[in-house]
């Protein structure tokens, strides 16, 4: 408070404002990415052995601790992951867009400059199409450079769980490092599961 910040930003309103970031881009959307990924894991006996048997035949020392680096050589690991993070979708609520100067083309429709477009992480994550029984965790579908129904397009693509283009999350390295971390650990061996 006795910075040289601006009057408008020593309000109440502004680190409460902050705090409420905070809490809501880094705090809930983290608990709950690490929540339905870890049910899904304990949910599925052969994913959970399968993920178990990857990460003791890459870190076969149970005392050691491995790198992130070395953690996103797993790529099952990885898989389980980014199915968790389709699967708690990120924000649900719809992301616009908007471009305020020119007009844009989507199929046989032109959207006039300053109009809002939007679409939500829900439906997109759902779309049969591109992620077939898409209710179900299943981690295979990200393995082996997965593409999206053109068969040429990455399917990582089309997940919306960090937002698109320039307003896309800016926590998601972070992210990726502390759900690496949390589902290596919690899955590699040391602890026994079980629902209640
Ligand atoms: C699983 C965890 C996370 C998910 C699913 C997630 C998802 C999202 C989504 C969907 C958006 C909106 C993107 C858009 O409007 O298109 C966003 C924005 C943002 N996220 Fe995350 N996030 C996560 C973790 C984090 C963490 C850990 C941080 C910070 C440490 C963070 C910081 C931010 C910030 C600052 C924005 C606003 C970016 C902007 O408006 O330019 N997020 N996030």
Not at 89 to 94: E, F, K, S
Not at 134 to 149: D, H, I, M, T
Request: net charge negative; aromatic share 12%.
């Amino acid at each position: 408070m006795d910075s040289a910040l601006p009057a408008t930003e020593k309000t109440t309103a502004h680190p409460s404002d902050e705090a409420a970031g905070v809490v809501g881009a880094g705090i809930e959307t983290t608990k709950w990415a690490a929540i339905v990924t870890c049910f899904h894991i304990v949910d599925n006996p052969s994913i959970r052995r399968r993920l178990q048997q990857d990460l003791q035949d890459a870190f076969p020392d149970m005392s050691y601790t491995p790198t992130l680096a070395e953690l996103d050589r797993v790529p099952y690991l990885m898989a389980c992951i980014e199915e968790g993070l389709r699967l708690s979708y990120g924000a649900v609520a719809r992301s616009p867009r908007i471009h305020r100067l020119k007009a844009i083309s989507y199929k046989q429709y032109t959207i006039p400059a300053g109009v809002p477009v939007s679409s939500n992480a829900w439906h997109a994550h759902h779309d049969e199409l591109i992620f077939p029984s898409s209710f179900s965790f299943v981690p295979e579908r990200w393995l082996n450079n997965a593409k999206g129904p053109d068969g040429k397009k990455n399917l990582a693509r089309y997940a919306m769980f960090f937002g698109k283009g320039t307003r896309i999350c800016l926590g998601l390295q972070l992210e990726y490092a502390e759900l690496e971390m949390v589902v290596a650990m919690l899955f590699r061996g040391l602890f026994e599961f079980e629902f209640y």
